[in-house]
């Protein structure tokens, strides 16, 4: 194994409880460090499975306050900017306060994931996932 790098991360407590149950179930053999590592290299494969040039068609849910200042116009100009890539929206208000979004797009796979992390990477956005399935082309 490679040099090993410490980083300090900041989390909400609650969700540090829902990781730590994770971390419980994963047994005894994992620690924090080891099931951040097993996350990261899951997400990390993921991505490299892809054609970066192969068609796919991605559906991001993400989960986000409409109360969060600012955010709700910025997601809207990162959907109108890519008017092109994005087939549909759909909004779900989940509660007074929390709104499920599901975008999905449709372009090469490079692409796409560009766009999917500029949404998730948006301020605010609470949660988020991308599913993506191939329509066999090549562009
Ligand atoms: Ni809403």
């Known amino acids: 194994?490679?040099?090993?790098?410490?980083?300090?991360?900041?989390?909400?407590?609650?969700?540090?409880i829902q990781f730590d149950n994770l971390v419980a179930r994963r047994g005894l053999a994992k620690n924090r460090s080891e099931v951040i590592r097993d996350l990261v290299r899951e997400c990390l494969v993921s991505?490299?499975?892809?054609?970066?040039?192969?068609?796919?068609?991605?559906?991001?849910?993400?989960?986000?306050?409409?109360?969060?200042?600012?955010?709700q116009s910025k997601l809207d100009q990162i959907q109108h900017t890519h008017h092109d890539r994005i087939i549909s929206s759909l909004h779900v208000h989940l509660d007074a306060h929390n709104c499920l979004e599901v975008i999905v797009m449709r372009g090469p796979s490079k692409l796409i994931r560009v766009l999917a992390e500029s949404i998730l990477g948006v301020k605010g956005v609470k949660h988020g996932n991308l599913t993506t399935t191939t329509t066999g082309k090549h562009i």
């Open 1 to 16: 194994m490679s040099e090993l790098v410490r980083f300090s991360v900041a989390m909400p407590v609650e969700l540090l």
């Open 47 to 71: 991505e490299e499975w892809d054609d970066p040039n192969a068609e796919i068609v991605g559906t991001l849910s993400i989960v986000y306050s409409h109360q969060a200042h600012d955010l």
